[in-house]
């Protein structure tokens, strides 16, 4: 079963071939570890992934959580699955041995998390989003706040959610109407109601801890007026133990198309006049406070996205190597024996093209989770900034690109079954599904694409896409010493430096007060802007191949045969065709910005 969660093979190949985490260990806080401590963990994870995640997926899909007396309930597997993670310290693998976790690279957790990921969307989204709430109040929570909440949180007592989306707000947060009053004591008292709240419900842990979002009385308009506070499910006594039940209610339970699983709460806040919740840092900062767990959240979402994508490539893989279907086109013969369906040149492209992708967005994924390890463990200061700096410019294209294409190559899945593909007796159709979710969630593609050429490419006078520039013209510098790669290098250099003079000419645009008009086709942008990043991704793997062939390891031929020809089809098929959506950029076409109302 394990090659239908990840390619063990390619795990392999990205940690210690193309992103060398073997050096990591050499960083005084994981001095500890070795490459037999990183693949031990990711054995055990791969272990309970298999034995307690996946066989719940589907009977997760087809039995949702139900709404009971006030309270969700889930399926009696889901507990125990979660529990083998938590006793596994699968929660806390990054924490310090003193926190009680295991002082693993940010880059090895993520590569275990995957397994969870891929197994079962559903479940594994209860500790996802726990983690993100717990760094949250480890960051900004006061020492009461972290010995109350985050320590229960840490040792799986207690779990928790990001409550963020309002009935009339959606993703324009400067408009939640969620409200805070100081009670006088120190505490809050909020009043508003939260929906699609994942995982707001559930009897997996002790206690709930929402990170809720809420104006105070004086706060300003906009979103220099939110707040943070914690409002938990059950109030916690000064001892430790639990009191109380808050005034939070579950108001009722959502039922999206995809990760069925998970529970997608309303949730009511002081329907009594009595919620109480405790501010988290300074008044009025709570968004900047929430866009931690918010980043962290867009790169789990990514990933999330990258794993169902990975989850329906290998199923679809098998699928084809094992199904019998008609001759080649040159073969006349109707007694002739069939050929699998993998032999069908279509058949070989849509493989190659899932290939690319989910490939290409794994690498990417576990990337940036090592560029997080560099900004809390490089030698100095100012090489950890520039770690965060880069970081925060590919953040969009982690969450939106393999939520775009991801779903894609599960929509090739889907296709390569045939008839097959769409019924609930293969799984291809619920990979789909639940990969649908993943370009709405935690902000849409859209979004996403007006963070990045809005916000990220302008931040520190565009220091960071210098510094990402920089990265990728060495990638082909680098790949410039082995002639098989210049049809690989070429479209990229082409791409590269395609979006710079477009780039520079968008943000002239913004620059004198054409904002609306150099934003109105963002999304191309993403786009073009996401095919550069993979494109240069998928370089640095081809150059690792090259140089695994010139090593002449016969067993490995055939992988890194398949890297290269994965690299080609990324490089020589998809890269070029982004130059058409900056010709629209570059020409300012405003076909979709001009259309009013009454013309639909």
């Avoid at 559930?202 to 990170?211: A, C, D, F, G, T």
């Avoid at 929509?411 to 990969?435: K, M, S, W």
Wanted: aromatic share 8%; hydrophobic share 40%.
């Amino acid at each position: 079963m394990s090659e239908l969660l990840i390619d063990q093979r390619n795990l392999a190949f990205e940690l210690y071939e193309v992103l060398d985490a073997e050096a990591l260990t050499q960083r005084p806080r994981f001095a500890d570890h070795n490459r037999e401590t990183f693949d031990a963990a990711i054995g055990t994870a791969r272990t309970i992934a298999e034995k307690l995640f996946a066989p719940h997926n589907r009977k997760n899909d087809e039995n949702e959580p139900k709404y009971v007396n006030g309270a969700a309930e889930l399926i009696p597997e889901v507990k125990p699955a979660v529990d083998a993670f938590l006793e596994a310290g699968f929660l806390n693998a990054t924490r310090s041995f003193e926190q009680g976790g295991m002082q693993m690279p940010n880059l090895l957790s993520q590569a275990c998390f995957a397994h969870f990921q891929s197994a079962n969307a559903g479940t594994s989204s209860y500790a996802m989003l726990t983690m993100g709430a717990a760094n949250l109040i480890e960051s900004f929570g006061t020492e009461e706040q972290k010995e109350r909440y985050l320590q229960p949180m840490i040792d799986g007592r207690f779990f928790g959610t990001m409550a963020l989306t309002e009935p009339h707000a959606g993703s324009s947060l400067s408009d939640i109407r969620t409200k805070a009053e100081p009670a006088g004591d120190g505490t809050y008292r909020l009043k508003g109601n939260k929906i699609f709240i994942s995982a707001g419900d559930h009897p997996l842990s002790e206690n709930i801890v929402h990170m809720v979002l809420a104006k105070l009385p004086d706060a300003p308009p906009g979103v220099k007026g939110i707040s943070l506070f914690i409002v938990p499910k059950f109030l916690v006594n000064d001892d430790g133990s639990l009191g109380e039940r808050n005034d939070v209610t579950l108001a009722g339970l959502f039922h999206k198309m995809g990760w069925r699983g998970t529970t997608s709460t309303a949730l009511n806040f002081g329907d009594k006049d009595n919620c109480v919740g405790y501010l988290v840092g300074k008044p009025h900062h709570g968004l900047s406070y929430m866009f931690q767990m918010m980043n962290e959240a867009r790169i789990g979402v990514g990933m999330g996205a990258v794993m169902l994508g990975y989850a329906g490539y290998l199923y679809s893989l098998n699928y084809a190597r094992e199904r019998p279907q008609g001759r080649l086109p040159d073969g006349k013969n109707p007694s002739a024996p069939q050929v699998s369906i993998i032999e069908h040149a279509d058949v070989k492209r849509m493989l190659l093209a899932q290939k690319a992708y989910v490939e290409g967005a794994f690498d990417l994924g576990l990337y940036a989770s090592r560029l997080f390890d560099d900004t809390e463990t490089l030698d100095t200061e100012e090489e950890r900034k520039s770690a965060l700096q880069l970081l925060d410019l590919l953040t969009p294209i982690v969450k939106a690109w393999p939520s775009d294409y991801c779903l894609k190559a599960n929509e090739l899945a889907i296709q390569i079954l045939g008839g097959h593909g769409y019924t609930r007796e293969y799984p291809v159709e619920q990979f789909y599904r639940d990969n649908r979710l993943n370009p709405i969630h935690e902000g849409t593609n859209g979004i996403q694409s007006l963070d990045l050429l809005a916000r990220k490419v302008t931040m520190n006078g565009g220091a960071a896409l210098k510094q990402l520039s920089g990265i990728i013209q060495s990638c082909c510098k680098r790949a410039a010493d082995y002639s098989e790669l210049n049809e690989l290098r070429e479209p990229l250099e082409k791409l590269h430096a395609h979006i710079g003079s477009v780039t520079m000419a968008l943000l002239g645009d913004m620059g004198q007060g054409r904002v609306n008009e150099a934003l109105a086709n963002s999304a191309l942008y993403l786009k073009a802007f996401g095919h550069m990043v993979i494109g240069w991704r998928w370089l640095e793997q081809a150059i690792k191949a090259q140089q695994g062939l010139a090593a002449g390891n016969q067993a490995d031929t055939a992988f890194y045969q398949g890297k290269l020809q994965a690299a080609r089809y990324f490089l020589r098929w998809e890269v070029p065709s982004c130059h058409h959506d900056l010709n629209v950029l570059e020409n300012r076409d405003l076909t979709c910005f001009d259309m009013q109302d009454s013309w639909f």
